[in-house]
């Protein structure tokens, strides 16, 4: 056996033997390296700290840089008006957070601290479940509360909540500023990236790779419709602007998708005429920003007939993708998704605020007793590492030990060859950057380039340095305790939601199929993308799901049956109406 192959024997030996859920949960995200990420967070949090040095007030900069490295760190790739909002309610409830903090660290004695930490706790928790933008208002109201109690900030007690609020709004200004010229890039890119995601599909029609192809172009279709839902309505819709544009063209994807699905069902291999026919109509629909892709020639005259689509029509999956080609988006109106789940019932809000009030209460006991006053990076660790809106606890939890372990590791060679703190302002950067665009990748990356710079704050702050090698083991405590305080409360919570996206789909698919044959196009159109977006809903939470500890490993097999049978069944229904009801 050659080299190679011996070595990929060994991996594969390796992958075996470690568990499914484990290696869902190490699994890294795959995308594009986010270069402007990596740049706002290199900005967000040097430039502070350097204004604090030339200022003469470090402290104030460090403040500041914590504020901004809060908002990379919550930012994302929504459009330009979602990530201010996002930002600004991060940046206020922090700021309260920390008010409340530093008037207990001011005031109160031990008890009055560790009283004020579970009572931001529960609100932290009550808030979390109300959505995704209360979701981080909770967690950052929690976050500035336990720095408030944990780092004295000198100055007035209104300095220390202005200088965190100001470096929110600092990171919001480097967010936004794009949209002076990229107003509407990031739906503009989500909407490119459907016809993107359909030209692969088509390229794989017939081949193994179908199934998976047609699911992330499900995606690209749904981040697309989230994106410009806020848009859809009829009053943009009709105007002659970018966003109207950008309508019309997911119009086109809609049905594109619809075509391409129909195609795929059919099972052949398809000529390059055909798998370049997204190409070509986005380079006609989608208004042009993007560099390579080019802009529809628009200074010749406007002809008197629809354009012939460059293959022969002869199947019915064939004659949709044609119909697509010469009249992309005509008579088409879509709707919003109706709601699928109802909102968190008060059982719920109140059970997670006890259990997040009650771990926030038992770090601050514990690091009370490791540090005494100082000890705020346990509790902070509870409030980053206890949101299972933002995915697996387990998986969390222990990417959050790999980080710090490892961020632990870079600090002692940090310390080693910087002392000058005007060069741990460029080491701050580096890792600014690193960890804005670990948070699209992955969270053991940011925790590691999040460690780093809390060092470089600890620095600037002149106190606690040697205390940096135990943060290891307080971060395992609190993992601890929140690991035990999720498995013996709700151990089985990801698969009850995985079980209720399931069904959720079932109902989704089979209401598609009981309606489609007899809809209007209109109406066909809105409940075969219910369906989809239930699936992909479905099969997201069952990834997440398999990346817990769980009791019953036989009972996720079933139901990733259950959604392949139901995607089948939308894909055939698909094919069924597109050939205008003939099977």
Not at 365 to 378: D, F, I
Request: aromatic share 6%; charged share 20%; hydrophobic share 50%.
């Amino acid at each position: 056996m050659s080299e190679p192959t011996a070595l990929r024997a060994r991996a594969g030996t390796l992958r075996g033997a470690v568990p499914g859920w484990l290696g869902r949960s190490l699994r890294a995200a795959r995308a594009p390296f986010p270069r402007a990420a990596a740049v706002r967070g290199a900005l967000a949090v040097s430039v502070p700290l350097m204004v604090g040095l030339l200022a003469g007030h470090p402290v104030a900069g460090v403040v500041v840089g914590l504020g901004g490295l809060w908002a990379v760190g919550q930012d994302s790739a929504a459009p330009y008006k979602a990530r201010a909002l996002r930002i600004a309610a991060l940046g206020g409830s922090a700021a309260v957070g920390l008010l409340a903090g530093a008037t207990a660290l001011r005031y109160g004695d031990a008890v009055v601290i560790a009283a004020l930490l579970a009572v931001a706790g529960l609100v932290s928790g009550w808030v979390s479940v109300g959505g995704p933008l209360a979701s981080v208002a909770g967690m950052h109201l929690l976050l500035g509360a336990t720095v408030g109690t944990g780092i004295p900030v000198p100055g007035s007690w209104w300095a220390g909540p202005l200088e965190l609020l100001g470096g929110a709004l600092f990171a919001l200004t480097l967010t936004c500023l794009p949209w002076l010229w990229r107003r509407h890039s990031p739906e503009r890119e989500a909407v490119i990236a459907v016809f993107d995601a359909a030209e692969r599909a088509l390229s794989r029609a017939g081949t193994s790779g179908a199934t998976e192809a047609r699911a992330r172009m499900t995606l690209a279709l749904n981040t697309a419709q989230d994106l410009l839902a806020v848009h859809s309505s009829r009053k943009h819709a009709e105007r002659p602007t970018s966003i109207g544009g950008l309508i019309t063209a997911f119009r086109a994807s809609v049905q594109l998708v619809e075509a391409v699905t129909a195609l795929m069902v059919e099972g052949r291999p398809l000529p390059p005429a055909v798998v370049r026919v997204p190409s070509l109509l986005a380079a006609r629909v989608v208004p042009p920003v993007r560099a390579g892709r080019p802009a529809p020639d628009t200074s010749g005259p406007v002809p008197d007939r629809e354009p012939e689509p460059p293959f022969t029509a002869d199947t019915p999956g064939l004659r949709a993708l044609a119909e697509v080609y010469r009249a992309p988006g005509r008579s088409l109106t879509l709707l919003p998704d109706p709601p699928a789940y109802a909102g968190p019932r008060l059982a719920d809000r109140l059970r997670f605020a006890l259990l997040l009030g009650g771990c926030t209460l038992a770090a601050a006991v514990v690091a009370y007793l490791l540090h005494g006053p100082r000890g705020y990076w346990l509790p902070m660790t509870v409030a980053f590492l206890y949101k299972p809106d933002l995915g697996p606890v387990f998986g969390r939890a222990l990417n959050r030990c790999l980080g710090t372990v490892a961020g632990v590791g870079m600090v002692a060679v940090v310390a080693w060859l910087v002392t000058d703190q005007w060069a741990l302002t460029l080491v701050a950067a580096v890792f600014g950057a690193v960890m804005a665009a670990g948070v699209r990748y992955h969270y053991a990356l940011s925790t590691f380039g999040l460690t780093v710079i809390v060092f470089v704050f600890i620095d600037f702050l002149g106190d606690d340095r040697q205390l940096l090698p135990s943060r290891v083991l307080e971060t395992v405590i609190a993992a601890a305790l929140v690991l035990t305080a999720h498995f013996l409360t709700r151990p089985d919570s990801w698969r009850v939601r995985a079980e209720l996206r399931v069904a959720a789909a079932d109902r989704a698919w089979r209401r598609y199929d009981r309606r489609a044959p007899a809809a209007s196009p209109d109406e066909r159109h809105q409940l075969r993308r219910t369906a989809y977006r239930r699936l992909a809903e479905a099969r997201q939470a069952l990834d997440t799901a398999g990346a817990e500890p769980h009791r019953d490993p036989d009972r996720f097999p079933v139901l990733e049956r259950r959604v392949a049978r139901a995607e089948q069944g939308c894909d055939a229904i698909t094919a069924y109406v597109v050939a205008g009801g003939r099977r």
